[in-house]
């Protein structure tokens, strides 16, 4: 119940804790590596990365991330919730180019300072590979996404 609990923390407000300092994310880490320890019942001597990627949870970072493409997923594709859908546009440039086909967000003009979901949801999902972007399935995208983001955090 207990893990259950701080694992939700974790996730919570992603889009505020997408910039974050990288002293921030390794706290975040550590309490995550406690967590991997607790649910296997490692020894607190053993490689938590090893365990993680056993238990296929993505590092703390890739989490933040994971949370915010799905979120922009499903804004895109259902609109849901509303206040998010106006928030975010797909990239309709006014001629034919090549990049128009590729599922991406129009790009704001963000302050690095104040990253806001916009900023942040557009840039993580701007930086996707165009295949899975193109995904029209939750399930699917859902599938993908982790493979691509737990590929890119233990170098499977």
């Not at 890739?62 to 509303?82: D, E, G, M, N, V």
Request: contains cysteine; glycine residues 2%.
């Amino acid at each position: 119940m207990a893990v259950s609990i701080v694992g939700c923390r974790l996730d919570y407000s992603n889009s505020i804790l997408y910039d974050i300092s990288q002293a921030n994310i390794y706290k975040l880490q550590r309490v995550q590596t406690i967590l991997t320890r607790i649910v296997v019942g490692a020894p607190w001597t053993s490689r938590s990365l090893n365990i993680c990627r056993d238990l296929h949870w993505l590092p703390v970072g890739r989490r933040i991330t994971y949370k915010l493409r799905l979120t922009a997923w499903k804004t895109l594709h259902t609109s849901q919730p509303l206040y998010l859908s106006e928030l975010i546009s797909r990239y309709l440039p006014s001629r034919s180019l090549h990049s128009s086909n590729t599922n991406l967000l129009t790009r704001p003009a963000c302050i690095t300072s104040n990253f806001s979901f916009f900023c942040a949801c557009t840039s993580t999902w701007n930086s996707l590979p165009a295949h899975v972007r193109s995904i029209d399935a939750l399930s699917t995208f859902k599938r993908h996404l982790k493979f691509y983001l737990f590929q890119s955090a233990f170098s499977v």
